[in-house]
């Protein structure tokens, strides 16, 4: 008997932000037959931290699972579109895929790829992380030092925060009170660390960088690490983890960050196993053009796994938000159709509040920029959210990178990165002004143009924009 093929124009592969967008806009565009592969449920990624904390979500991580059975934006039949399982094989020439479900393999016939396969957890190759025999699979993978291996290889101590599975896993580890041991100070450490601490588990946070929140620089990072000691986390930043136990985290020179559980959330890594057995170019991601397409003709890439170009200086790298992955969705449809949109310059970002305090950083630190040879200077500009006779006002600073010469392509006086921490009012607008002047190439003294709105009943009278630039003018003259 021959084997059934499920034919279809467009084959996505990833049911992430990317995908999802992908899928949402060909449907919008007029294109019918479309297949979206996904090998987890899909969720809001950002906000599994909140559904552990149950705060902000006090529904738990159920709340944060997207229920495409009841889609809000979706069109109403996609689940005859979705196929739940992995790819197990790619063939760009014969253009074929294999599908492993839960029903058994599936042979998918296309004319056009999207990748959106995303990245997954990595954890430093350390003993006592894996079962010597490994549980049931899961489907999903984490990356083991330089190993991928699926997620039912942990241990049950060992958690990881990156689909609804991983925090069910960690609301019923939250559930049970006790101690946890946080590896990783980025977004998601800070936010898994606030989620158990509201739920009344004391948590000790393990870095092993200098200081916390390597997406600031060390004087704004240290407000951070105030706040988490203010409300009773233990920080311990310069360790070296060298295995996990039953008890906690082992470290360098035998001391024991005890622990009921261990949570990494020390980064990921790009998933670019088909990009790379299909032959398209991969450097620290999937390298695409302008309109998503990579090195081989007929795939395109979105999302966590796609190299872009950094708008301020050209670098190539990895952002890894959620946000982006959505506008590479929309940019690589377009392309599917015919109607090609160019991606907007881009630079990586991230924006969050640990325990009342906000935090956020655009672009390139100072110590990013000098790692990288990038000649910089720093100017900072304390700021308060409401004027000096309103009680309810907040101190907070902001802090621009900005380049020092000519060289490397950058314009002298050029704005390279922002960062923000403050009390009271989120900086998101703020934030997302300076992705614009960043990616435009903007210099300090072309935030002149850039008009300071004062309402009372928001902010302070004074500009921050033309102290800077004063500033600027004192420094390069």
């Known amino acids: 008997m021959a084997e059934a093929v499920r034919q279809t124009r467009v084959l996505i592969v990833g049911g992430g932000p ?6 949402m806009a060909l449907r919008r565009m007029g294109v019918s037959s479309v297949t979206l592969v996904s090998n987890e449920e899909p969720t809001v990624i950002c906000s599994l931290p909140y559904g552990v904390g ?3 979500v006090p529904g738990g991580p159920e709340e944060v699972v997207v229920d495409l059975a009841k889609p809000s934006r979706m069109p109403a039949d996609i689940l005859k579109d979705v196929l739940s399982g992995t790819v197990r094989s790619l063939d760009a020439a014969s253009r074929r895929a294999v599908v492993d479900t839960a029903e058994g393999p599936v042979t998918v016939a296309f004319e056009t790829v999207i990748l959106a396969p995303g990245a997954a ?9 894996l079962r010597e025999i490994p549980g049931p699979r899961e489907g999903t993978e984490v990356v083991w030092g330089d190993e991928w291996v699926d997620k039912g290889a942990l241990r049950e101590h060992v958690h990881v925060l990156r689909g609804a599975g991983d925090a069910r896993r960690l609301d019923a580890l939250a559930s049970r009170g006790g101690r946890a041991v946080v590896v990783g100070s980025g977004a998601i450490g800070l936010e898994v660390a606030e989620a158990l601490v509201d739920r009344g588990v004391a948590v000790t946070m393990a870095e092993v960088l200098p200081h916390v929140v390597s997406a600031l620089d060390e004087e704004l990072a240290s407000r951070v690490e105030a706040r988490l000691r203010e409300r009773g986390v233990t920080v311990r930043t310069g360790v070296r983890p060298v295995e996990v136990t039953s008890r906690g985290l082992g470290l360098q020179g035998g001391e024991l960050l005890e622990g009921d559980a261990v949570v990494f959330a020390t980064g990921v890594r790009p998933s ?3 990009a790379r057995e299909l032959g398209a170019r991969v450097e620290k991601g999937i390298v695409v053009d302008g309109q998503g397409r990579t090195s081989v003709a007929g795939v395109l890439a979105v999302g966590d796994a796609v190299q872009v170009e950094d708008g301020a200086t050209g670098m190539p790298l990895l952002p890894l938000i959620g946000t982006l992955a959505m506008r590479q969705g929309l940019v690589a449809a377009a392309t599917v159709v015919g109607m090609p949109w160019g991606l907007p310059p881009a630079t990586v970002w991230g924006l969050s509040e640990i325990f009342g305090l906000h935090w956020g950083s655009v672009g390139w630190t100072v110590e990013a920029a000098t790692r ?6 720093s100017l900072t500009q304390p700021v308060r959210t409401r004027d000096p006779f309103m009680p309810a006002g907040h101190e907070g600073v902001w802090k621009l990178t900005v380049a020092a010469a000519e060289e490397k392509g950058l314009r002298r006086g050029q704005i390279l990165g922002f960062q923000v921490v403050q ?7 703020l934030a997302e002004r300076f992705i614009d002047i960043i990616t435009r190439r903007e210099t300090v003294p072309e935030l002149f143009g850039h008009y300071f709105i004062h309402s009372p009943a928001h902010n302070a009278v004074d500009d921050p924009y033309l102290n800077l630039i004063f500033q600027a003018q004192a420094l390069m003259a």
């Not at 990317?18 to 899928?23: E, F, N, Q, V």
């Not at 957890?121 to 992380?129: N, S």
């Not at 009390?423 to 607008?429: M, R």
């Open 121 to 129: 957890p990595w954890m430093p190759p350390l003993p006592g992380i």
């Open 423 to 429: 009390e009271g009012d989120s900086p998101l607008f």
């Open 372 to 377: 990288a040879g990038l000649p910089v200077i």
């Open 272 to 274: 670019v196993r088909l």
């Open 54 to 56: 149950r705060r902000l």
């Open 18 to 23: 990317g995908g999802r967008i992908s899928y």
